[in-house]
């Protein structure tokens, strides 16, 4: 058997999962890692900064030239406007990388604060050579999917942001398994654990938010990661992290 049909196995026969318990537990690791999750945030606002100002230069530049083409709107060319317009796109684009390899190594940090291991914090592990391919493409996709949920209306994107959300988890502990593999087990654990992943993510949300404008606003930062978590645990109760070593005891890992 190998891992990736082991996977889904797994989450075939998981056992119900308690919202209060899990709940319980994000506030427990939050303590463990709101550091670490302040400077995720932090070094993905920095990365898109160079991104932000690429994506309004036309504007400013339009500005600075003829700024009476904000002012006389009847006489405006709406052509001009089309180089804003992919620069949003791609501004997006890398965007979505930069969030998913951040959150992806962020998660690895949960697994090493959490079982107290001596593991040194790497926020950059999903950017090197032997998974940066790899991350582009799994951001990619979820892109894509995202794009094609909102075109499909407000309830399609409802849906797909759990598995889109645990695939970024199952990528984080799993990532010699391929993209599409990745994503279609993402799917399984989405469908399967969807409305309990769902209601955690949404009130993880809110608490961090509502603490975090309690705290003077600037404390959203701190609390931001906390929605995190209850992906993190979904993966740990659904697969666990031993499952390497039962495979190796029915057969070998799909490389």
Not at 17 to 37: A, E, M, S, Y
Not at 192 to 210: C, E, H, P, R, S
Request: with cysteine; glycine share 6%; net charge neutral.
């Amino acid at each position: 058997m190998n891992k990736f049909d082991f996977l889904l196995t797994k989450i075939d026969n998981a056992k119900a999962l308690d919202f209060g318990t899990i709940f319980n537990q994000c506030i427990g690791l939050f303590k463990k890692t709101w550091v670490q999750g302040l400077v995720t945030l932090l070094l993905t606002l920095v990365f898109m900064i160079p991104f932000y100002v690429l994506m309004y230069l036309p504007l400013i530049r339009m500005g600075l030239t003829n700024p009476e083409s904000f002012q006389d709107l009847d006489g405006f060319n709406i052509a001009l406007m089309i180089p804003f317009y992919l620069m949003i796109l791609v501004f997006v684009f890398f965007a979505m990388i930069i969030d998913f390899g951040l959150k992806s190594a962020f998660f690895r940090i949960c697994k090493i604060k959490d079982f107290n291991e001596s593991t040194a914090d790497d926020y950059f592990y999903f950017f090197k050579k032997p998974y940066l391919g790899k991350t582009i493409k799994l951001a990619a996709t979820t892109f894509g999917i995202s794009i094609l949920a909102m075109l499909l209306c407000v309830f399609p994107i409802i849906y797909v942001m759990v598995p889109i959300a645990l695939i970024n988890v199952i990528y984080a502990f799993n990532p010699d398994m391929t993209a599409s593999e990745i994503v279609k087990v993402g799917f399984n654990l989405g469908n399967k654990k969807w409305l309990i992943t769902f209601g955690l993510m949404i009130v993880a949300a809110l608490l961090a938010q509502i603490v975090g404008f309690i705290m003077c606003c600037v404390g959203v930062f701190a609390t931001a990661s906390f929605a995190y978590l209850p992906c993190y645990f979904v993966y740990k109760e659904v697969i666990g992290f031993n499952e390497t070593h039962v495979i190796d005891d029915i057969g070998t890992i799909q490389e």
